[in-house]
């Protein structure tokens, strides 16, 4: 069974950075575009950002656009989310997942989640 491995988060000061890691075990994301989601305590899981397997396309919620970048590097099956400019408002857990189908902001548009990495910003 594949799965998607998050790792990165932590305890920031509002204003520093955190690099987020998606890594894979026995799952092929090649010709996948990939999506970073986040969930904070009592809300629904929102997009954060997304990106095409080839083309390199990206995809930002407003919210982020400006600070956070996605980025991936296919030879190692590995997504990355470096998020700079940190503020209270992005603690959340954060999750990379596979789509499958259109509609990259869509939950329902991915089949594959990894477990979460928390990502706490103190302000």
């Known amino acids: 069974q594949g799965q998607l491995v998050e790792s990165g988060g932590g305890l920031v000061q509002a204003g520093g950075s955190l690099r987020l890691s998606c890594a894979t075990s026995?799952?092929?994301?090649?010709?996948?575009?990939m999506g970073w989601f986040r969930q904070a305590p009592g809300k629904e899981r929102e997009f954060v950002a997304a990106i095409s397997s080839f083309s390199g396309s990206t995809w930002y919620a407003d919210s982020v656009k400006g600070r956070f970048t996605i980025s991936r590097d296919n030879a190692k099956n590995t997504v990355f989310l470096q998020m700079n400019s940190l503020k209270h408002e992005d603690t959340a857990v954060y999750y990379c997942?596979?789509?499958?189908?259109?509609?990259?902001?869509?939950?329902?548009?991915?089949?594959?989640w990894g477990q979460g990495t928390q990502v706490t910003v103190s302000s």
């Open positions: 997942a596979r789509k499958i189908k259109s509609g990259y902001d869509r939950t329902d548009s991915y089949d594959y």
């Open positions: 026995g799952l092929t994301i090649s010709g996948y575009t």
